[in-house]
């Protein structure tokens, strides 16, 4: 995720339209975390999907960045979502708590894909240096807005990725999906 996703939404297959898609935001910092929803969903919309529209986003909102690998393993063993997005900004307030919160978020983001088979997709952002300022608002703002973007086109390759191969292993026993 932290690498630029350099293809366009022209040159992206359909991703299958099916379950909908899990965004948790932490709520510290909620004026510059939302900023990525609005990047990721005004994305996700121009993505192409098969059907209609695109697989709905489903917003959901934790204390903090901590309280999101906890609620995205319950989410995508529920059964209920084809993906997970968490996003969070997790800053340096002068203790280094940042420096064990964000590794520990985005590691155990991380098993909860390898444990539930469920795509997780991590917005958790740990700037250099961030004060409470305008400028600084105003910057983080507009980065998390292309974050979301990307993250959109991450989990929509993602997902269409995982079609392609669920439908190779199903033709690969003889099954037909339509």
Known sequence: MNQPVSLTSSSLPAAPAALPVAWIAASWHADVVARAYEGFTAEWAR???QGAAPAP?????????FEIPLFAQRLARSGRFAAVVACALVVDGGIY???FVAP???DALM???LD????VFSVVLTPKDYHEHATHRDFFSR???EKGAEAARACHQTLAV????DAAADAAVGLTTA
Do not use: Y
């Open 47 to 49: 993505l192409p999907a």
């Open 57 to 65: 986003v489903q917003h959901f909102t934790v204390p903090g960045a």
């Open 97 to 99: 708590r940042h420096d």
């Open 104 to 106: 520990a978020v985005v």
């Open 111 to 113: 098993r909860v894909q």
């Open 116 to 119: 539930s088979g469920v795509p």
């Open 143 to 145: 980065h998390f807005v």
């Open 162 to 165: 995982h079609a392609e191969l």
